[in-house]
């Protein structure tokens, strides 16, 4: 079950796999994928099974399947760090990708953007259109609405007793929105949301509002 909800006449629809679809733009914004970071556990003798570095890959596919965006946008953290075996299937994703793919450039993202651009993929430090800005790090830009990820936001569900669960969640204010990281094996950090924020938290089936 997705969420959908209007920001100055424009409808986003917030997805389970953790992504949002821009319907004016056609637009897949996906965040904090952190690809070749579970080669780099293995790497370090982390007991992470091999299948794990082809499930951002599928869950992408999945993600793109179900919109048919136009565009495919990361917002920063496409990779976790250098160069590593899962640029080659990133490689592969991209030559079977209809859609034009742009990196917004995170903190993360030190690979050089020409290789990017050698496989087709634009990488730019922001994207500005209709009064929207999409940025890696969350930004407060007067006349704007901020798209962005970074923080990996989660929120704390409180049950009956003293049971809590933690989910990742779309954490939205009044001037932005804080999309939850995309990639497995990320880490998530809990936010403490005011009374006018508004959370939509994840389950793998279901994006509801808390």
């Not at 003798?45 to 890959?57: L, T």
């Not at 495919?72 to 209809?98: P, Y």
């Not at 830009?141 to 962005?148: D, K, L």
């Not at 939205?172 to 005011?194: D, E, L, R, W, Y």
Request: aromatic residues 12%; proline residues 5%.
């Amino acid at each position: 079950m997705t969420q959908q909800i209007e920001i100055n006449n424009h409808t986003f629809i917030l997805h389970p796999l953790s992504v949002v679809f821009w319907k004016q733009k056609s637009m897949l914004i996906i965040s904090d994928v952190h690809l070749g970071k579970v080669s780099h556990f293995r790497k370090f003798g982390a007991a992470v099974p091999q299948k794990a570095i082809q499930m951002n890959f599928d869950l992408m596919t999945e993600a793109v399947r179900r919109f048919s965006p136009k565009t495919i946008c990361f917002l920063g953290d496409l990779f976790h760090s250098s160069i590593n075996n899962e640029w080659h299937l990133f490689e592969t994703w991209i030559a079977e990708q209809d859609a034009d793919v742009v990196l917004v450039e995170g903190n993360h993202d030190i690979i050089s953007p020409l290789r990017y651009e050698k496989i087709g993929v634009s990488v730019v430090p922001e994207i500005q259109a209709d009064g929207f800005l999409l940025t890696h790090h969350p930004e407060e830009r007067e006349g704007f609405f901020n798209f962005s990820g970074h923080v990996h936001p989660a929120v704390r569900l409180r049950g009956a007793g003293r049971q809590t669960l933690r989910l990742p969640c779309f954490y939205k204010s009044n001037t932005q929105m804080i999309v939850p990281a995309f990639g497995q094996f990320t880490g998530h950090f809990t936010i403490s949301p005011k009374k006018s924020d508004k959370i939509f938290a994840v389950t793998k089936e279901a994006v509801f509002e808390v």
